[in-house]
């Protein structure tokens, strides 16, 4: 099954930016399907954190924001806080596959 | 309040069988797609299985075609995934997500898991 390339970890003082890129195919995020984000604290579920590209759910910080071009996607974070320290996910649609793909995930540590 | 909540996990031998459960509440279940995904100790999220809203239509990963079957209760709020012919590779924390616009997952429970071992 392939998956979408993540860097495996960002760092960063409080306060500062990251951004996570992650990296598909043409027939995944370059086909057009949309790219999405979780955020997974330590020893919890995923959550949903960006949607459809660059939509953020109800009660999610405007700190974080996407973006997305040609067969890529990213991730940022503004004003970096002790508790955004967590793994991140892309997700997108893979047409080759019939199914759901996920980013290899990153890891934010903040400094 | 959307919840979803797992069952069904436990250790057990390669070649067995488990029957994972998912209860929902705080939506209308019967409107939206229902996914499994699972995450191995220490890994990334792989996305398993998904079932349309009438049970129509079922997708599988390739790794456990054949082996695992989705299946859903509109009546009783609930999703399952029979999971046979178990191996080591199976071994993960199975979570049930609900599927907004057949696109992404927008709730999550908090997940069972399932290890293989003997």
């Known amino acids: 099954q392939s998956v979408l390339t993540q860097p495996p970890s960002v760092s960063e003082a409080p306060g500062q930016r990251v951004t996570i890129s992650c990296t598909g195919s043409?027939?995944?995020?370059?086909?057009?399907?949309?790219v999405h984000w979780y955020q997974q604290l330590p020893g919890t579920a995923p959550k949903l954190l960006i949607y459809s590209n660059n939509n953020r759910p109800s009660g999610v910080p405007d700190r974080f924001s996407g973006s997305k071009s040609g067969t890529s996607a990213s991730l940022a974070i503004t004003g970096l806080q002790a508790e955004d320290e967590a793994d991140y996910y892309c997700?997108?649609?893979?047409?080759?596959?019939?199914?759901?793909?996920f980013g290899t995930g990153t890891k934010v540590t903040v400094l | 309040e959307v919840q979803l909540v797992e069952s069904g996990g436990g250790l057990v031998q390669p070649g067995s069988s488990l029957r994972l459960s998912c209860a929902a509440s705080g939506f209308t279940f019967s409107s939206y797609w229902m996914s499994w995904v699972r995450q191995a100790p220490g890994k990334g999220l792989e996305w398993v299985s998904n079932?349309?809203?009438?049970?129509?239509?079922?997708y599988y990963v390739d790794s456990v075609k054949g082996r695992f079957t989705i299946s859903r209760d509109n009546a009783k709020n609930s999703l399952h995934l029979q999971v046979n012919s178990l191996r080591a590779e199976d071994t993960a924390v199975y979570y049930c997500?609900?599927?907004?616009?057949?696109?992404?997952?927008?709730?999550w429970g908090q997940g069972t898991l399932v290890t293989v071992s003997s």
């Open positions: 079932i349309k809203q009438d049970g129509s239509q079922k």
């Open positions: 043409s027939s995944d995020i370059g086909a057009g399907f949309a």
């Open positions: 997700q997108s649609y893979d047409s080759s596959l019939s199914g759901y793909v």
């Open positions: 997500a609900r599927c907004f616009s057949a696109e992404h997952f927008d709730f």
